[in-house]
Structures are given as structure tokens and as C-alpha cells.
């Protein structure tokens, strides 16, 4: 009840549900409009903008080359005709050359060097040829586009200058007559104007640069554009195939640049952002204003709607209140909406069968009773019986509990009797063959019948019982002391500063005699000479016992098999030392327990099951560090060891020695 309480607390008015689907049914259409102008149209009036940009830049390119290749075509004519007349007097090269300059449309100068690229000849239109003293002799060798045509033996165009002629912006084309030179000055004076016509009326701006980005033509500026350079401005430094945005004069544009062939300059058409895009603006605006009409008119249909069926569900809700307090007292009402007046009557219905279900109910109530108060009792009478029976259970845990335990003691002390008795009951045969001998001698030597032969077999038997009792009584030491060892004694660490490759090199030199009888190898691939404050002992002891449990465990019934000792540093102080084998590996369920005491897979047959535990101490207690394990069958097996490079200190360890103390000599690490 407290949760559905809380449900109806965070529910939502009727009226406000009902005017949220009716203004989302009338925003449905504005946003799919706005979406499909945004995806689909959107797009394409910005590609026809960018497509108008484009065709007028190609154009304006296209009408500025056809310009120049005239020209080029008529100074190519005329220095085909002075190629096959190389004969003419000077006099009449001026006449032809001044002829040529008031006929043209073109060329407003021109001149013809000799071999030096001096000027020699010069043709002016009439009203200009009193400048032709102050241009004969004028040496044009310094000029590049001189140079170049002659390098390339074809028209090569200058950038533009400032005319001594007109005094005006012009450019040059350059055309090689054997050694000599005929020049053509063009006027681009007309360059403004066109760049205006194609402008569209001044709805696209267009410019004209030369090779060196001076802008030679505007088409919003008039005048003087010598010292305005657009060198700056990305768009004229590559040919991209569509507009892009940039700024110029601080106004945000549009557009792209064309290469105009010949000279080697770039049109630039560019267009304002907010012009360009005004069309796609003001689709938007429209839609945004549509929008707020459906919203204003959404609303406003909604809450008229909403608020009649709200009245109408809100007397129904009252009607069912008045249900629940027991006033069954209902007027049906009746609606022009179907559904509303299948509820009325369905609120009358629900009346009378509340009516009916009072009366079965109150029945009922006395039977359950009757029946309630008899099942009380079979319970009660079920717990009693129950509580005496999980006393029993309990018991009988307890009992399964200590069984358990005392089986698994059982099981542990028969294989450790078993692994005792080989040793001690080899001891005891020894000692009583020993003892047998010595009645023998003894009997021999008072009776007088002692031989020599017989005192050297007696000591060569003595010597060998001797051996037989040292070496089996010498096992059994071993195997008690590493029984005793599960609780490691730390006060009999001896700490001191080592290098960690001189420790295992010394352990393995200690191990070298008894590994030399088996068929199996240890690797050292421990190069770190690291310096430890630690303990060589017992970290000595983990080694050995890890190589141990390796050469009894890992290459069990195996002819070969490689230990391999690897090392390397760790962040923080830190150091890693890992034995790893090429073995039979450890089963999954028994590596979770390896480090448990007296837990071995070969118990009874030269395994106590201490070895490792001992190791886990020594690491995690002594030494302070960190062991680990992994293993998987047929792959070998890699313990891990994480050392300090300084051992905690314990309560019942000595302090680390004084670096003036490090000369003391130290016990063997591997002892």
C-alpha cells in the first residue's frame, strides 16, 4: 500500500498527460518539416549556392584567359612576322610597331629589344608617342619575365606594374625573336569593370590577383589597388573544388578561387555568409514562426480538451472514493462518449457485486475462524516437534563434525608413522647386525679364536652399520625438525645487507651435489645485483625448498626436466623472484590448499606436506613479503616471490646493522 501510495504521489494529472499528447500530435508535423528541411532541402539550397559560386568563378576565369590568349595570339602573329623579316630597317619597324599600337585593343605599348634586351624600336598609340624618348635604350635584361621567355622559348606574362605609358596598372607578355625580344604592354584598367559585370549586379564579389596575390581587380572597390596583397588568405592558395569560409576586411565570406591560365593569376569569387545563406535563414525563421503558432494553437485545443475528460475521470474517481467509504448511493450520468458510459455502468455493476460478495464474505468469516483456531494448534504442536528435532540435527552435525576431523587426524598420523617407519626400522635392523657382530668378536676373543680376517670383516661390517644408521637416522632428524618447523622460529634469522645474485648463485652451488644425481637441470637467470637488508637464511631455505618440491613433485616418473630462476625489479623498492618448471603441473582443485599444512598429493611416499607451508611463513612473515602461484597442468609450474628491499622489522627480530657495521662477517646465506 505505502508503495503504491508513493506511485500515485509521483503520477501525473490527467489534464497535463492529455495536453502533453495533444501539443506532441501538433508538433509532430513542424518537426518532421524542420527535420526534412535540415536532412534534404537544407543541403540542396546550399549546394545550388556553392554551384552558382562556382560557375561564376569558372566564368570570370574563362573570360580573363580568353582575354590574354588574344593577346598572345596577336604578339605571337606579329613576331612571326618579324622572324621572317629580320632584314627590316628600323624606321620601318617603327612604323609597322606603331601602326599595330593604334589598332589594337590591346596592347597600349610595344616594344622590340636587340640581342642585349635593350628597347630599340617602341610603338605607341599617337597620343602617347612624345614618351618615346624617355623609353628608348631601357634595358630590360633585368627583367624576369624577359629572362624566362627566353629560357623556355615561349610567351612568358609579367606581374603586374605601374605603366610609364598610362601610368596605370598593366602587365606584360614577353615573346622571343631569336635573340631578341618583343614585349606587349596590356592595359588592365578594363579589369574593374569586368569583374563588376560579373559580379551578378553585385550580389557576388569578385576579385582578381595576379602571381604574387596584388590584387588587380575588385569588383566592390574602385580606384587604386597596387598596395592591397591577399597573399594571406588560404582560399587563393589551393584549387579547392568547393566554397569555403573566410574572413577578409573583417567581413565573414564565402567562396572559392579558379587559376586563370596565361598569366598565372586567381579569380576569387566570394559571397557574405549571411547573404549567401539568407534564402536557408529565412526558410528557417518561417518554420520557427509556424512552430510557435501549432504551439500556441496546440495549446490551446489541448488544455480545452483535456480539461472536459479530466472533469469527467475526476467524478468517476470520486464515485469509486465514495465506493470504497461505503456509500453505494451512485447517479448515472450519461455521456456522449461511449467508453464513459460503459464505465458508468460498470461502476454500477461493480456495486452490486460488492453487495454480494459482503454477504458470502461475512459467512465465510465465521467458518475461517473455526479453522484458523485448529490450525493454530496443529502448529503449535508442529513447532515443539520441529525444535526437538534441530536439537537432534545439531548433535548429529556436531558429531559428523568431529568424526570428520578425527579421520583426516587418523589419515595424517598413518602417513607420517609410515614415512618414519623406513628410517628408524633401518636404524634398527642396523643396530641389531651391528650388535650381532660385536657378540661374535667378543665370543672370538675369549676363546682365543680371533683372526685377523675375522676383526677386518668385523670392522668393515661395523663401518658399513655405522653408515646405514647415520644416514637413516639423519632422515628421520630431518623429517621431525621440518614437523617442528610449521610454527617458524624468526629470532633465529640472522639479518644483514646481500646482493641477491650472490645468494642464489651460493644456494645453487649448495645444491650442486645432490642435484648432480638427478636427471634434471636448474637454469639461473638471476642477474639483478641488488642489494637486500633481509634475511639470506631463510630466503636461502625457500629456495631450496621450492627446488626440492620441483625435483619430487613436478618431475615425477619423468627422464628430464629444467628449474629455471629468473628475478627482475619491481616500482616501489620492490624486487620479484620467480622458480618456475617445466613439470607435471598442479590440478586446479589442489591449488587453493598447497600452502596448507601437512596437504601433500604424496603422502606416505616422501612427502610431509610442510615444505610449502613453511615456505608461504617465511616469505609472508620473516622476509615481509608476497607468494603466489601458477600452475596448469602439462605446462609446468612458476612460483612467484615479492620481496622488499628492506625486511620489516618484527618484535623478535634484531634491528637492520649500521652501514659502518657491513664489513661484520655473516653466517652462510644457504646454511
Request: aromatic share 6%; hydrophobic share 40%; with cysteine.
Amino acid at each position: 500500500m505505502a508503495a503504491t501510495a508513493a506511485q500515485t504521489d509521483k503520477a501525473r494529472p490527467l489534464l497535463w498527460t492529455l495536453a502533453g499528447r495533444f501539443l506532441l500530435v501538433a508538433l509532430l508535423p513542424i518537426l518532421t518539416m524542420g527535420l526534412l528541411f535540415y536532412l534534404y532541402y537544407a543541403p540542396l539550397m546550399r549546394s545550388a549556392v556553392e554551384q552558382r559560386q562556382q560557375l561564376a568563378a569558372d566564368t570570370t576565369a574563362q573570360q580573363l584567359q580568353r582575354h590574354f590568349s588574344i593577346a598572345n595570339r596577336e604578339l605571337s602573329a606579329l613576331a612571326a612576322l618579324f622572324r621572317h623579316n629580320r632584314q627590316l630597317p628600323v624606321a620601318q619597324l617603327q612604323t609597322l610597331l606603331d601602326a599595330y599600337a593604334d589598332s589594337s585593343d590591346f596592347y597600349e605599348a610595344i616594344y622590340l629589344t636587340d640581342a642585349e634586351s635593350r628597347i630599340q624600336v617602341i610603338g605607341l598609340p599617337q597620343a602617347k608617342r612624345h614618351l618615346r624618348q624617355n623609353l628608348a635604350g631601357l634595358d630590360l635584361s633585368a627583367r624576369d619575365f624577359v629572362r624566362q621567355a627566353h629560357q623556355q622559348q615561349q610567351a612568358y606574362w609579367s606581374n603586374s606594374f605601374l605603366s610609364t605609358v598610362s601610368a596605370r596598372p598593366a602587365v606584360a607578355l614577353a615573346l622571343p625573336v631569336g635573340r631578341r625580344s618583343l614585349v606587349g604592354e596590356v592595359a588592365i584598367s578594363p579589369l574593374p569593370q569586368l569583374a563588376h559585370q560579373l559580379s551578378l549586379d553585385g550580389t557576388l564579389q569578385v576579385r582578381i590577383v595576379d602571381r604574387q596575390y596584388q590584387l588587380i581587380a575588385d569588383s566592390q572597390r574602385q580606384g587604386d589597388l597596387q598596395q592591397l596583397n591577399l597573399g594571406h588568405l588560404a582560399v587563393l592558395q589551393d584549387d579547392a573544388p568547393s566554397p569555403r569560409e573566410f574572413t577578409l576586411d573583417g567581413q565573414r565570406l564565402t567562396g572559392l578561387a579558379r587559376q586563370v591560365d596565361g598569366p598565372g593569376w586567381r579569380v576569387l569569387v566570394a559571397q557574405p555568409v549571411e547573404q549567401a545563406y539568407a534564402l536557408i535563414q529565412a526558410t528557417w525563421q518561417h518554420l520557427l514562426i509556424a512552430l510557435g503558432l501549432t504551439l500556441t494553437l496546440g495549446l490551446l485545443f489541448a488544455g480545452a480538451t483535456s480539461w472536459a475528460l479530466a472533469g469527467r475521470i475526476s467524478l468517476f474517481s470520486r464515485h469509486a472514493r465514495a465506493i470504497a467509504a461505503g456509500d453505494y448511493q451512485l447517479p448515472l450520468e450519461h455521456s456522449r462518449i461511449a467508453e464513459l458510459n460503459d464505465l458508468s455502468h460498470s461502476l454500477q455493476r461493480m456495486v452490486a457485486a460488492i453487495h454480494e460478495r459482503e454477504s458470502d464474505y461475512r459467512e465465510l468469516n465465521a467458518s475461517l475462524e473455526q479453522r484458523i483456531n485448529d490450525r493454530t494448534e496443529a502448529l503449535r504442536q508442529s513447532n515443539s516437534e520441529l525444535s526437538s528435532a534441530m536439537q537432534i540435527l545439531q548433535h548429529t552435525q556436531s558429531e559428523l563434525v568431529q568424526s570428520e576431523k578425527l579421520a583426516a587426524l587418523g589419515a595424517l598420523v598413518a602417513g607420517i608413522a609410515h614415512e618414519l617407519n623406513t628410517p628408524i626400522g633401518n636404524s634398527l635392523m642396523a643396530a641389531s647386525s651391528l650388535q650381532d657382530f660385536s657378540r661374535e668378536v667378543a665370543s672370538a676373543i675369549s676363546d682365543g679364536t680371533l683372526k685377523r680376517s675375522a676383526l677386518e670383516s668385523f670392522l668393515a661390517d661395523n663401518q658399513t652399520a655405522s653408515d646405514i644408521l647415520i644416514r637413516n637416522l639423519r632422515r628421520a632428524s630431518e623429517l621431525i625438525s621440518s614437523f617442528k618447523q610449521v610454527a617458524v622460529d624468526q629470532a633465529s634469522a640472522q639479518r644483514r645487507q646481500f646482493h641477491l645474485d650472490e645468494v642464489v648463485s651460493e644456494i645453487l652451488i649448495t645444491l650442486g651435489p645432490s642435484l648432480k644425481k638427478t636427471p634434471y637441470r636448474v637454469v639461473n637467470q638471476v642477474q639483478l645485483h641488488e642489494e637486500l637488508d633481509s634475511y639470506p637464511g631463510p630466503l636461502g631455505q625457500v629456495l631450496v625448498n621450492l627446488i626440492n618440491n620441483a625435483l619430487l613433485h613436478a618431475f615425477h616418473a619423468r627422464e628430464q626436466g629444467c628449474i629455471e630462476l629468473r628475478g627482475q625489479t619491481l616500482p616501489g623498492d620492490w624486487l620479484e623472484l620467480q622458480v618456475c618448471d617445466d613439470g607435471i603441473g598442479i590440478a586446479d582443485e589442489h591449488l587453493p590448499r598447497i600452502f596448507d599444512p601437512f596437504f601433500t598429493t604424496r603422502l606416505g611416499q616422501g612427502g610431509s606436506g610442510l615444505g610449502l607451508h613453511i615456505v608461504h611463513n617465511l616469505v609472508s612473515g620473516v622476509l615481509g613479503g608476497k607468494l603466489s602461484v601458477r600452475s596448469q597442468l602439462g605446462q609446468g609450474t612458476c612460483f612467484t616471490l615479492r620481496l622488499p628491499r628492506v625486511a620489516p622489522l618484527t618484535s623478535s627480530s634484531p634491528p637492520p646493522p649500521d652501514r659502518a657495521d657491513e664489513s661484520t662477517p655473516t653466517a652462510n646465506p644457504a646454511a
